[in-house]
């Protein structure tokens, strides 16, 4: 799968211009649509405004993720269970594999148009009014906020660590543990990622600690306004559409 899922597509449109929290909101005002009224014309209105959006934000071809044979392979898998149980089990399989397809792309379309640096000032300023019950919002903003930065470089280590263990001579003196290619990534991938987390602290620590992650100024505009108008019309439109299926 390609890290650009995780990165942000430099390019300019007005879908990249708009607030993180606006990005944010939305798509959590489309997960409880589609979490009480997962019913087909819904999804297909959902996909098609998911599209819209891209569209918009002048995402190239090439931004969508080639996901490896597996993961469709679990899919089929997971479809030819769900035949002996009858056709309706099949369908309900198929909804609800469409319905998690949905969600991870609309977090993709925020990762697609939003530069990692404005995800955590956005989550602190949404989760505000709960500093009231002395909830860290702060804490678990910069939390999130690390842990979507630090997907992306986690991928290109495992990938950097597959392709040199394809690389390394066999002899017959390896030790069973290190004949399972699982094992041997994983152990190597823990060692890079405790390297790499004592490089990140090092470096937000010279720069004035986690505070200054989400002390950056953030805030909606009259685009952002305009921007939730529409997704809650689009929302809207899903449940009227709901009723008259």
Known sequence: MSTVLFREVPVSSPVHSLWAGTKIIGAF?????????????????????????????RLPLSTLPRLPWWFWAAIGIGALLNVPVGSESVLRYTNVTVFGLILLASSFLIAWTTPMGDIAPALAKLGAPLRRFRVPVDEWAVVIALTLRGLPLLMDEIRVLRAARRLRPKDGLLTRAADNPLVDILTAAMAVSSRRATELGEAISARGGTGQLTARPSAPGRN?????????????????LDLLA
Do not use: E
């Not at 589609?34 to 599209?51: C, E, K, Q």
């Not at 952002?224 to 809207?236: F, G, M, R, S, W």
């Open 224 to 240: 952002d306004a305009i921007a939730l108008t529409i997704v809650i019309a689009v929302c809207l439109g899903a449940v009227v």
């Open 29 to 57: 005002l489309i997960s409880v649509v589609l979490m009480f009224l997962p019913s087909w014309p819904v999804l297909g209105l959902m996909v098609v405004f998911l599209i819209a959006i891209g569209v918009m934000a």
